[in-house]
């Protein structure tokens, strides 16, 4: 497994989608985030080209988190962009074989700085399932605040769950420091 400090976020292409289609697969990406369960055949061609649009407008983003062989080691995106109040919701996804090193902190705080820095972001949020601990363990690592838990606001398959939610300012202390 390559060091943390070796990925490399660079905007979705083609050219990661089969990689991408089999991250879609893992059960765990499915239990904890609004992608469809079981995806369609061919749903990552069809998300691409949805975050390709959204792209061209300025209301989405989306990166390949990859190690220095170029292997995807996880997705980091802002599913939603509002340019004009200026806020970002980021998301992330890390491959099974990257978990647990680090990788999912190292995506999040680069998807950060991204949003801060080239998307003029004054406020970035997460939305995380109250029981993804490791993410909410991401979330902490990478100097975000938990504001509280909005209730039964996620639905998935026809069950309604509760979500935490999580936010960072510019103005807020680098992590570590």
Not at 45 to 52: C, G, I, M, N, S
Not at 89 to 109: N, S
Request: charge should be negative.
């Amino acid at each position: 497994m390559p060091r943390v400090s070796e990925l490399r976020l660079e905007r979705m292409t083609e050219a990661h989608l089969d990689e991408f289609e089999q991250l879609l697969s893992d059960p765990e990406v499915l239990r904890f985030t609004r992608l469809p369960d079981p995806p369609v055949p061919g749903y990552s061609a069809e998300w691409y080209a949805r975050y390709q649009k959204a792209r061209i407008g300025g209301t989405a983003e989306a990166f390949a988190a990859l190690g220095p062989d170029g292997a995807l080691l996880g997705v980091a995106m802002a599913p939603h962009i509002d340019p004009e109040a200026r806020e970002m919701e980021l998301g992330y996804l890390v491959a099974p074989v990257a978990r647990g090193r680090g990788v999912g902190t190292e995506m999040l705080r680069q998807l950060t700085s991204w949003a801060f820095a080239e998307g003029g972001a004054m406020r970035v949020t997460l939305l995380i399932g109250v029981d993804n601990i490791a993410s909410q363990r991401v979330a902490t690592r990478a100097g975000y605040t938990l504001e509280g838990t909005l209730r039964s606001t996620h639905v998935r398959h026809g069950t309604r769950s509760d979500v935490q939610i999580w936010s960072r300012l510019p103005t807020d202390a680098e992590p570590g420091s």
